[in-house]
């Protein structure tokens, strides 16, 4: 066992509020930053409606999540992230963005922090590239819901050294992860196959075959999926779908990754799924999956 090292989180949307909830429910200290501090203090308070639910269904008792929860804090100041051991970067599918967030918390994190970037579709050894210690950096991918789903695609970076690999592999298993290796290659394991799956999803809709319900019901029921197409477009957010189109179709020109143009209009409609309680579904509440 390593020590109870701090990890860091940079996003406060949905990725990384179930990260932070692995993290914290795993016994580490926990910092969740974001550049709006509503929106990290917001991502702590969708955090308490998880447990409080935790706690309703027994899986948890009340002391356990006044526990875990105390592990937790949020901050809009990078420089906060000074202790982190890890930090792991959750925030929306841009290089370039990616790229300004890790050279600022280059400039604040000691020598021995491990980065990691929770990118789905993107160059991991292009993201490190910009991150001022590529040797130190590693693809860690949580599958939506992070706080459900055991499985993380880890990834090194053509520079990534052994040593920082297995030092995060060994936390991703102390947080209660189950770590799988693949390639820095695009959409990796999961979204290879994904975002192209669900782009055909959404076509069926674009060409009236189904309605979002009938497919998510037919999908489930013959296929065995827990979540339907529809139901995980909406919730992973019908503006991040674009970013994982464009991310992907730029890499492997692959047709099938290509956004379809119903996407784009309804994401101008801002119906960009729960976190606005309606996309292909509608939603009574915006509050975090398992909430």
């Not at 269904?57 to 526990?67: A, H, N, S």
């Not at 801002?270 to 292909?280: A, I, M, P, V």
Request: proline share 5%.
């Amino acid at each position: 066992m390593t020590d109870k090292i701090t990890i860091g989180v940079a996003g406060s949307g949905t990725m990384g509020t179930g990260i932070a909830i692995v993290a914290a429910r795993g016994g580490f200290p926990t910092i969740i930053f974001d550049i709006d501090q509503a929106r990290a203090e917001g991502a702590v308070g969708q955090m308490k409606a998880f447990f409080a639910k935790s706690v309703q269904r027994g899986k948890l008792t009340q002391e356990q999540v006044d526990e875990i929860m105390g592990r937790v804090s949020a901050t809009s100041d990078i420089a906060a992230m000074a202790p982190c051991g890890l930090v792991i970067e959750a925030i929306f599918e841009e290089l370039e963005v990616k790229g300004k967030l890790f050279s600022a918390l280059n400039a604040v994190c000691g020598p021995d922090t491990l980065f990691a970037s929770n990118t789905s579709t993107l160059s991991i050894t292009e993201i490190a590239a910009k991150s001022g210690r590529d040797d130190r950096f590693v693809g860690m991918h949580f599958c939506l819901p992070a706080q459900l789903m055991k499985l993380v695609e880890m990834s090194p970076g053509i520079n990534t050294s052994p040593e920082s690999f297995e030092r995060a592999w060994k936390i991703c298993e102390e947080m209660g992860q189950r770590p799988v290796k693949t390639q820095d290659a695009p959409g990796f394991i999961l979204n290879y196959f994904l975002v192209p799956f669900n782009n055909d999803a959404i076509r069926l809709v674009e060409e009236g075959v189904a309605e979002p319900a009938e497919i998510d019901k037919a999908i489930k029921g013959a296929l065995g999926y827990a979540m339907g197409p529809m139901e995980l477009i909406d919730l992973v957010g019908l503006d991040t779908q674009v970013l994982l189109c464009e991310a992907l179709h730029g890499v492997t020109h692959e047709p099938r990754a290509a956004c379809p143009p119903l996407l784009r209009r309804m994401v101008a409609a801002r119906r960009l799924g729960r976190k606005t309680k309606r996309g292909f579904l509608s939603y009574e509440t915006a509050a975090i999956f398992g909430a």
